[in-house]
């Protein structure tokens, strides 16, 4: 193996007993110091963006993973047939689907199920995209929405009204359903 | 009966009265507060950020977006907030602690650092004849002849706290940074009481008040430009600028000392949280750890007073007797004989000199890392403790040969 030999520093005697290097770090210090006390003073601080007034939103990667929605097809149809694969793979296990089907006079009959029941519980999910990433049927996706607030437990439970108001309406995915292909 | 009442001085007892709760509830208790504020504000700053801005209270001046912004400078009442946290948090006792040392611990660290304000002079005089005061009041609370060995004999029952709350908790982290806090402060203990033996030679005297208004006529003892120290006015008599070599070593030696001896960055390994969790107080919450919080920069302010006090000219105003000759005001100290506005000014020097020590503590901290334990052994038994014994020998053969005039 080979042996490295680490070339330490010379260090003058100045340097050793901390004088010259104390000064050097005391004058990098107040250089910082002084630099954003001058911007704090003219309300500009250059590095920090001061949240609530000033958001990021419009910088937000095309990858960003915020809070998953449930998508619609082009048709109003709801994308999820229910099969729970998300419900299985989510680590935290915050997604809960009860199936249910879909009557026989229904124009989707051919699809046969769709979610009776699906609700995210915002306070366990940890935005890890699995639930997005298993969908064979593209019907769940993570939003830009990040900042998901609420002053109880229950307001933090996404039901599947809330969770289509966040989707919203995803055009020209999967055209398997669809009569005219 | 009335012997025993007609032999206390009332006016005296009152007065010492307003000035225990002046000093220690109006000023040091909010000074406090405030540099827990300054030191989030300026390290913020040294880290390129914007720290604690928006505390206020809706709806009026200081109010959340209509804040008062002082140069920029929100979020004045963020300490009233962090209190206020404190008061209603959890106070948690662990089960596995020893509950009646405990609970003595984090009273044993605030305590002695309020009581050494007593003999603090933080001002001259105070002329209060408009309102019928016959005497002008002293500028402290008990002018006690012993001040300085008061101080450092009050201030070094400090180290029980750390060390009854690290064996109380019954935690390892806990135990060792309370071991650890120990060896440090008895070890630096000695070094600062060595350090300002030159200043007291020089002073020839252990009343703080008097040697302030020593340093306030003869000038700083760091800054002997003024009175008897300056050559053009003394006969040319160099003494005090040699004794500034001294002097110097002294002032350097007892500032890292003071470092050592609150515990603050570079020398904080009693509460180092890279190997020790939180040291001493990992296992105190709420107001508790407050306490010790509030005890550690209560013990800076105090420490910075003191080398105030002992080097840098106490409440006087720099250059004051040139000063009073240039403008015809009054603003070096004569006793019985300083007016009201002089006395205020002299308070205020004080606490603003405080201040800036204060500050200087901050920017250390937010510069220097942490030393090794053995280093800083080292760094206490074998330089600093020689350092201040030759200082000593120095200053004495100094005022030998040259004898101050």
């Known amino acids: 193996m080979a042996t490295i030999v680490v070339q330490r520093p010379k260090l003058a005697w100045h340097e050793k007993w901390f004088i010259s290097t104390f000064a050097k770090g005391m004058k990098l210090t107040l250089g910082h110091a002084i630099k954003n006390l001058l911007l704090l003073i003219g309300r500009k601080p250059k590095t920090t963006m001061e949240y609530p007034e000033q958001k990021w939103d419009l910088n937000l990667p095309d990858y960003y993973r915020g809070a998953p929605a449930l998508v619609t097809d082009e048709h109003d149809r709801e994308r999820c047939v229910s099969c729970q694969l998300c419900e299985f793979i989510c680590p935290p296990k915050a997604i809960k689907i009860i199936p249910g089907e879909i009557p026989g006079d229904d124009p989707w009959a051919k699809v046969e199920k769709r979610p009776k029941v699906f609700e995210i519980d915002m306070i366990r999910c940890i935005y890890c995209g699995m639930c997005e990433e298993v969908c064979p049927e593209q019907a769940i996706y993570l939003r830009k929405d990040y900042a998901i607030t609420g002053t109880s437990r229950a307001e933090m439970l996404h039901d599947k009204e809330r969770l289509y108001e966040i989707g919203g309406k995803r055009v020209g995915l999967v055209n398997k359903w669809n009569e005219l292909k | 009966m009335t012997g025993i009442f007609s ?14 709760v002046f000093l220690t509830f109006l000023v040091i208790l909010p000074m406090v507060a405030y540099s ?16 604690p801005n928006r505390v206020g209270i809706p709806l009026t001046l200081f109010g959340f977006k209509k804040d008062l912004q002082i140069l920029g400078i929100g979020g004045l009442l963020q300490p009233m907030a962090d209190g206020l946290k404190f008061l209603l948090k959890e106070d948690f006792t662990p089960g596995h602690v020893n509950k009646f040392y405990y609970w003595l611990a984090p009273c044993l660290t605030m305590v002695p650092a309020l009581l050494t304000c007593a003999v603090m002079p933080f001002g001259s ?9 016959t005497q002008p009041i002293k ?12 101080m450092f004999a009050i201030s070094s029952l400090g180290v029980y706290g750390i060390v009854i709350a690290g064996w ?13 806090a ?21 002073f020839g005297e252990l009343n703080l008040s008097k040697m302030s208004a020593f340093q306030d006529a003869n000038g700083w003892l760091l800054l002997p430009f003024w009175g008897d120290s300056a050559p053009w006015s003394n006969g ?9 070599i001294p002097l110097g070593i002294s002032f350097v030696v007892f500032t890292v000392s003071m470092f050592a001896e609150t515990n603050r960055t570079p020398f904080d390994l009693a509460e180092c949280e890279t190997e020790l969790v939180a040291g001493y107080h990992t296992e105190y919450s709420s107001m508790k750890f407050a306490l010790f919080f509030l005890g550690e920069y209560a013990a800076m302010i105090i420490g910075s007073g003191l080398a105030v006090t002992l080097f840098l000219g106490g409440w006087s105003i720099p250059f004051a007797p040139l ?11 004569i006793p019985g004989d300083t007016p009201l506005y002089t006395g205020v000014l002299h308070i205020v020097t004080f606490f603003a000199k405080v201040f800036a020590c204060i500050l200087f503590f901050i920017w250390v901290r937010w510069t220097l890392p942490r030393f090794r334990f053995d280093q800083l052994m080292a760094l206490g038994w074998k330089v600093f403790f020689e350092l201040a014994l030759l200082n000593v020998i120095l200053t004495a053969a100094i005022l030998i040969w040259f004898p101050m005039k």
């Not at chain 2, 032999?7 to 225990?20: C, M, P």
């Not at chain 2, 827990?36 to 720290?51: K, M, T």
């Open chain 2, 7 to 20: 032999s206390i001085d009332v006016a005296f007892l009152i007065a010492s009265v307003a000035k225990i």
């Open chain 2, 236 to 244: 040319g008599n160099f003494s005090r600028w040699l004794l500034l």
């Open chain 2, 36 to 51: 827990v504020y300054a030191e989030r504000r300026f390290s913020a700053i040294i880290q390129d950020r914007v720290g």
């Open chain 2, 323 to 333: 000063l009073s000759e240039l403008t015809g005001l009054q603003f070096h100290f």
């Open chain 2, 125 to 133: 005089e105070l002329d209060l004849s408009w309102f019928g005061a």
């Open chain 2, 139 to 150: 500028g402290v609370i008990a002018d006690l002849n012993v001040g300085p060995l008061y």
């Open chain 2, 168 to 180: 109380a908790s019954n935690s390892k982290y806990p135990f060792l940074g309370g071991v650890r």
């Open chain 2, 182 to 202: 120990s060896s440090q402060m008895i070890s630096y203990e000695i070094s600062l009481g060595l350090s300002i033996i030159p200043v007291l030679m020089i």
